[in-house]
């Protein structure tokens, strides 16, 4: 099937099978590899984006699906020298160690504190629970969140 | 300048501008031109005899390209997955290592043990041959229960009562003779729950051949790259090491369970050669349930012998540890040279004997994650010394200072093989009974019981042996490689340096902190210096990163290579400055003569290096690079005290961890905020055992944790806020006086946090992981 | 301590088997007219939740092909039932080997008893099994319930085929 879709602002149409899931686009197709995969049951978060402006996990969208949606990936929030508030707030933090988690830590993040404001330390624990991280211990990834929503 | 960027700054981190904007490369983010795609058929059977494998079907599917089974790889000379630590029987006798091929043969002994590889134009294809393997297998009844598991049918043909090695350690007719004497014993049995590792990135390989040179390339997940490939080279016979470059790009965490070499990279590598086509694997999370090799899995019972007054006069603990079904990469070390070793704790006990039978069973093999043996130990250790305070009627700080080696005593020789070199265990325990507030702890006990609740508190003083190690003493004891460290320190024309290590970084953040160290010691801008880890094909040699042991071996490495670059600088400088080298002092970045004005930079320097035009051709050779192997004298000895607070709400059994303090002692430190993060990490898998994480296969053998759905990982709300702190008594035989901190975390936290649990049920023990339900059957007295 | 068997009970669910199901329904219909339905292919499947064909091979052998959702899984199975311990019309029990190819497999046995009630039958089952690979793997309690109303549907259909006789 032929969708068309607009990601980090440039509108792409492409042909996909149609069992293809969003993220397998992103990837493969558009080869934006900083949207990860780490599970196969929806439960790990790595693969979060936003589309039409609120979080979700790429993994359980099909491409056909995401047809006429916008797009935003880790990506295309910021550069190194223009970073998001929630960007810096993670490297300022050290919020972030090994960095496979950190790119759907962060698109969760900003839309937790997009539609959460004024988040505390229980709300930000509470709203980043589908997203996992093995290395920090969400001690200092808390502390980011808490951190970039003064700034968003 | 080195003041805010050098040792002991928090300077943030170099790798985090690429992580958090989504441009790490990480191994399943690389793709070659007509790559192919590789899926294994694992499989279902905990036990089963291959009668035969069909995979006819499998190759007459479009885009299948190859399906290779056990026997393929055999009959192509690649040899078994080896273990590389041999472990000694009481008699003398050898561990038995059964045989391990990559793909099994004749005999399945896993669920998820892989018998089949199919290699596809797409990964749908690979898939979807996969699927139309087809193959007959005899079941047999699996040896699923570790506790039964010595004695039962017998799994492996070379190996008698499923029993690798029965090992021991320590003097048993002093420690009897202790136990004999003494006024008091306390005994605990003790399980030790298995964990799944879970790196949040997959395995995942990608192998390349290039018939014309007969080079093959892996990318790889691994934790140590160089030995990956002398694995590969030396014992599976995949090619000769200087044409086999591994590279491990980014990677997403390792926690151990990267450390081996597994038969999926090992077939990928392989097929690779045989097709000319590069090929791509990446591991499903289930296959990372079911193949990655776990971790813990111990039955212990643990005695402490002690006299009226508490002191501890003699410690005897028997365990049984889990193997799985085959030996993976360093498994035989974990519960003997890693567990036994360190029994003594922080204390004085004067008599200790330890056995451990490790035996074989139908799950995945078991080896080294986070903290890999010492975690069983401090858990054995620190679960007794609490216990045997509250059978005393002692308070848990005291005893635990009664019994302290102290600093005096040190170098301290245990009566389990190691010698402490430094450390002050009481500053640390003082320091965190301040920060926990435990004078008030009755107050807040009384007003959570006005609350209905139930408080406790629990303490850990856990010690470990980090810095994998000195190659002799490893040697001796059965390792097959040295444990030394190499570095190279490159510095380029106009002055910026590149540092090799044989270390490698999956979130430890050695792209800075070995960058702090060069550019402190060679008074250069921080962002002048780069680290370059991870390829075989840039990096002499090393043997990676696990057992804390980056900073300490590797980054000794790096200080030994930059003195070099420092002592021939200084005869450049003094030839160009007209000086004796005596006379040329170095100091943040520059070369002056002595009680003159007379000055020169480093980078001046190392462009007379290159440009030799006022160059003292005669003696020095031109260039500025200097290589270094480290191999230290010793482990280093990092110890702390955690203190756990936790409040459990009768009703539910939920437990709720509301203060946790972990002070511990790394020696000296180069990046404070670093520390602290590999600390909070670390703090969370100790969590995460006690109250959450459980592999568990059923009777039958079936992996019944296999996904997220079924696996507790630790949420960010099952986590508390960390309180963490440091004390420092710098390690005695290295130059940066460190001694690690990457495993600290999940050594110490799982006792204090058992141990603050049982105070607050006012039970003796209760089974980890302490999940609401455990927690309310054990108040039932269930 | 605990032993292991009690932890993986506890976590497989009630009973330790990671499947035990057992039931009665009273079939208004006599004994010999249940007993050939419950070796009609046919009737068997249109009492199986998901199931494509039936063929009988011969009084001992079905082959069956179900479509099921169990737990997170869909997914397409090959069964193959074996028919043991025949004594018309009183009971037989079925040995059931499912195949589910890359998702894993099961293997079950139903003791089933049909007595004499009046001019009805009392049809009392027991079901045990369990499930590997994938299935085992991957939500294993869900699949365990799932299994249990896929057993007790199955009789339940069966018995209300006769709700409106006699």
């Known amino acids: 099937m032929e969708i068309s879709l607009t990601v980090n602002g440039t509108e792409h149409t492409t042909d996909v099978p149609d069992n293809s899931l969003l993220v397998e686009i992103i990837r493969e197709r558009l080869n934006l590899t900083g949207t990860h995969v780490g599970c196969d049951t929806s439960q790990c978060g790595a693969c979060t984006i936003h589309m039409n402006g609120r979080s979700v996990k790429s993994c359980t969208v099909l491409a056909g699906q995401a047809d006429g949606a916008d797009i935003t990936t880790i990506e295309g929030i910021g550069t190194v020298d223009a970073l998001h508030p929630m960007q810096e707030a993670f490297r300022e933090n050290h919020a972030l160690q090994c960095g496979f988690c950190t790119p759907g830590m962060i698109m969760s993040a900003i839309d937790l504190v997009e539609k959460g404001k004024p988040l505390d330390e229980r709300s930000v624990r509470e709203g980043l629970e589908g997203n996992l991280c093995r290395c920090t211990g969400y001690h200092n990834i808390v502390k980011a969140v808490l951190d970039a929503q003064d700034k968003m | 300048m080195t003041s805010e960027t050098g040792i002991g700054a928090s300077v943030k981190r170099k790798e985090d501008a690429r992580f958090i904007t989504g441009a790490g490369h990480y191994t399943d983010d690389i793709n070659q031109p007509g790559q192919l795609y590789a899926v294994f058929v694992r499989s279902m059977y905990p036990r089963a005899e291959i009668r035969s494998i069909d995979v006819s079907s499998a190759l007459a599917m479009e885009g299948v390209m190859a399906a290779y089974t056990g026997a393929d790889l055999a009959a192509d000379g690649i040899g078994d997955l080896p273990c590389g630590w041999m472990v000694k029987s009481k008699d003398g006798s050898d561990m038995i290592q059964p045989p391990h091929p990559p793909v099994a043969v004749s005999v399945v002994n896993y669920v998820g043990e892989p018998y089949a590889m199919v290699v596809a134009e797409t990964l749908q294809a690979a898939r979807d041959g996969a699927e139309a393997v087809t193959a007959d297998f005899n079941e047999i009844p699996a040896v699923v229960d570790l506790a039964s598991a010595h004695g039962a049918d017998q799994i492996h043909e070379a190996v008698p009562g499923n029993q690798c090695y029965d090992w021991e350690l320590g003097d048993r007719e002093a420690t009897d003779a202790a136990f004999a004497s003494a006024d008091h014993v306390t005994s605990l049995d003790i399980v030790n729950n298995r964990l799944i590792p879970n790196a949040m990135e997959p395995r995942a390989a990608v192998g390349m051949y290039e018939a014309a040179t007969g080079n093959y390339t892996l990318y790889t997940t691994s934790q140590n790259p160089h030995l990956a490939r002398l694995v590969l080279a030396a014992f599976v016979n995949v090619a000769a090491e200087s044409k086999l470059r591994v590279i491990a790009p980014d990677v997403g965490g390792g926690f151990g369970s990267k450390i081996f070499v597994y038969a999926e990279e090992t077939a990928v590598i392989w097929a690779a050669g045989k097709l000319a086509r590069a090929i791509k694997w990446r591991a499903d999370r289930s296959e990372s349930f079911l193949a990655d090799a776990h971790g813990r899995d111990h039955r212990t019972r643990a005695e402490l012998a002690l006299n009226a007054d508490g002191t501890f006069v003699g410690l005897r603990v028997k365990t049984v540890a889990n193997m799985g079904a085959y030996l993976s990469l360093f498994a035989s070390s974990v519960p003997t040279y890693l567990y036994g070793t360190l029994l003594a704790g922080q204390y004085r006990t004067p008599a200790i004997y330890v056995e451990v039978q490790s035996v074989f069973t139908n799950t995945a093999p078991v080896d080294a994650y986070r903290g890999a043996g010492r975690p069983e130990a401090t858990y054995v250790v620190e679960r007794l010394v609490e216990t045997a305070a509250r059978e005393l009627g002692k308070d848990p700080a005291d005893i635990r200072r009664l019994n302290f080696i102290q600093p005096e005593d040190f170098p301290y020789e245990t009566p389990v093989a190691l010698t402490y070199d430094t450390g002050d265990y009481d500053a640390s325990l003082k320091k965190a009974i301040e920060l926990i507030g435990y004078d008030d702890f009755a107050e807040r006990k009384a007003s959570s019981e006005a609350n209905g609740k139930k408080r406790g508190i629990g303490f850990s ?165 200097e290589k270094a192997f480290y191999d230290p004298e010793n482990f280093t000895y990092p110890a702390g005290a955690h203190i756990c607070e936790v409040e459990v709400d009768p009703e539910t059994g939920k437990v709720e961890i509301v203060n946790f303090v972990a002070v511990d002692d790394f020696g000296e430190i180069i990046n404070p905020m670093i520390v602290a993060g590999q600390v909070h990490g670390g703090l969370a898998q100790g969590i995460g055992q006690a109250l959450l994480e459980h592999g568990i296969y059923d009777e039958s053998g079936q992996l019944v944790t296999g996904s997220y759905m079924d696996y507790t990982m630790p949420r960010a709300d099952d986590m508390p806020n960390f309180v963490v702190d440091t004390t420092v008594t710098p390690c005695t035989h290295n130059p940066l006086g460190a001694k690690g901190c990457g495993e600290a975390g999940a050594i110490g936290s799982t006792a204090a946090v058992m141990n603050a649990l049982t105070d607050a049920l006012g039970v003796v023990d209760v089974p980890m992981p302490a999940t609401p339900e455990t927690v309310w059957r054990a108040m039932e007295g269930e | 301590m605990e032993d292991y068997a009690r932890v993986v009970d506890r976590f497989v669910g009630f009973g330790g088997r990671t499947l035990e199901q057992s039931g009665q329904y009273r079939i208004l219909a006599a004994r010999a007219v249940v007993w050939d339905a419950l070796n009609d292919a046919d009737v068997l499947a249109a009492c199986i939740e998901g199931c494509e064909s039936v063929t009988k091979l011969s009084d001992h052998r079905f082959d069956a092909n179900i479509t099921a959702k169990l737990g997170p899984v869909k997914t397409k199975f090959k069964a193959t039932i074996e028919v043991s311990d025949r004594n018309p019309p009183e009971s037989y029990s079925l040995e059931v080997s499912v195949k589910g190819g890359m998702q894993g497999f099961g293997k079950g046995r139903a003791e089933v008893e049909l007595a004499e009630d009046q001019n009805a039958t009392l049809l009392s089952y027991r079901v045990e099994g369990n499930v590997g690979g994938k299935l085992a793997q991957m939500g294993s309690r869900l699949i365990t319930a799932a299994g249990r109303k896929m057993a007790d549907g199955f009789f339940s259909r069966f018995s209300e085929r006769w709700a409106d006789t006699i």
């Open chain 2, 461 to 625: 003083c856990y010690i470990e042996a980090c810095g994998l190690a000195p190659s002799q003493v490893a040697i001796s004891l059965g390792a097959g490689v040295g444990l030394f460290e190499s570095a190279e320190v490159r510095v380029d024309v106009t002055g910026s340096v590149s540092v090799m290590t044989g270390c490698h970084s999956h979130g430890q953040g050695h792209e800075t902190t070995f960058a702090q160290i060069v550019s402190d010691k060679l008074g250069i801008p921080f962002e002048n210096v780069d680290v370059v880890h991870g390829d075989t094909g840039r990096s002499d040699y090393g043997l990676g990163t696990y057992g804390s042991r980056s900073l300490v071996v590797g980054g000794s490495a790096i200080v030994k290579a930059t003195d070099k670059v420092i002592a021939k600088s200084r005869k450049i400088a003094a030839h160009m400055l007209e000086s004796t080298e005596e006379n040329v002092d170095f100091e943040e970045g520059t070369f002056s003569v002595t009680d003159s004005n007379q000055s020169i930079t480093f980078p001046e320097v190392a462009f007379s290096a290159y440009v030799p035009g006022n160059y003292p051709l005669d003696e020095l050779e031109p260039g500025l690079s």
